[in-house]
């Protein structure tokens, strides 16, 4: 029993560091995917949530954010508007804290809905619809996922070197002392890891 519990342990406790957030959405859109309309196209820069999202045959582009503008935070395009119409933008959600766009597109939001439309050609301007900025909470739930990542790639290790050690033509008492060994070197790649994507990358441990 005390031999399973040797092995047992040391995994339980990389596992308990801690627990994954999971995020549903409707639709996911990934960058670089273009949406044509009779007067212009949008090419999304980002990986994007909505409820849905619908293309209508006057030009205008309907994106249901209700309830995910936390979630997704900045809803970013690259735009060409070909001048040849107005081509309108609909944000049905809260009232973004920001809206950077061309000068010759103008942005309005009554009635719960954010309201972008492009009267004029314009060739690559980055739109933002902004509903917030990344906040400590999410940076932290950020660096907690990449943390469990590698508490998962920890446990292979270590289980990894458990079943070869245990395979092996060792007394159980030095199999014992290989695993602990075992044990050590995980953790400390663990921590190593943790610090090096923490310099590398700003992301808290």
């Known amino acids: 029993m005390w031999k399973r519990s040797a092995i047992l342990a040391p995994t339980l406790?990389?596992?308990?560091?801690?627990?994954?957030?999971?995020?549903?959405?409707?639709?996911?859109?990934?960058?670089?995917?273009?949406?044509?309309?009779?007067?212009?196209r949008l090419t999304t820069q980002n990986s994007q949530i909505y409820n849905s999202f619908?293309?209508?045959?006057?030009?205008?582009v309907y994106f249901d954010v209700r309830g995910l503008e936390h979630s997704q935070l900045v809803y970013s395009f690259s735009v060409i508007s070909y001048g040849n119409g107005t081509m309108r933008l609909l944000f049905p959600g809260i009232l973004p804290i920001g809206v950077q766009r061309a000068s010759i597109a103008s942005a309005?939001?009554?009635?719960?809905?954010?309201?972008?439309?492009?009267?004029?050609?314009?060739?690559?301007?980055?739109?933002?619809?902004?509903?917030?900025?990344?906040?400590?909470?999410e940076i932290r739930s950020t660096g907690f996922l990449i943390e469990f990542g590698l508490a998962m790639v920890s446990v292979g290790l270590f289980g990894g070197f458990t079943l070869i050690?245990?395979?092996?033509?060792?007394?159980?008492?030095?199999?014992?002392?290989?695993?602990?060994?075992?044990?050590?070197?995980?953790?400390?790649?663990?921590?190593?890891?943790?610090?090096?994507?923490?310099v590398i990358g700003g992301l808290p441990v």
């Open 54 to 60: 619908t293309v209508y045959s006057n030009g205008t």
């Open 108 to 137: 309005s939001y009554s009635g719960g809905v954010e309201r972008v439309s492009y009267l004029a050609a314009v060739s690559g301007d980055p739109l933002q619809v902004v509903y917030g900025t990344l906040t400590g909470e």
């Open 165 to 198: 050690i245990w395979k092996g033509k060792l007394s159980d008492r030095d199999k014992v002392k290989f695993i602990m060994v075992a044990l050590v070197v995980t953790i400390v790649m663990f921590v190593a890891l943790q610090i090096a994507l923490s």
């Open 13 to 40: 406790l990389i596992l308990s560091f801690l627990v994954p957030h999971v995020y549903a959405a409707s639709v996911t859109v990934a960058p670089n995917v273009v949406i044509n309309t009779i007067y212009g």
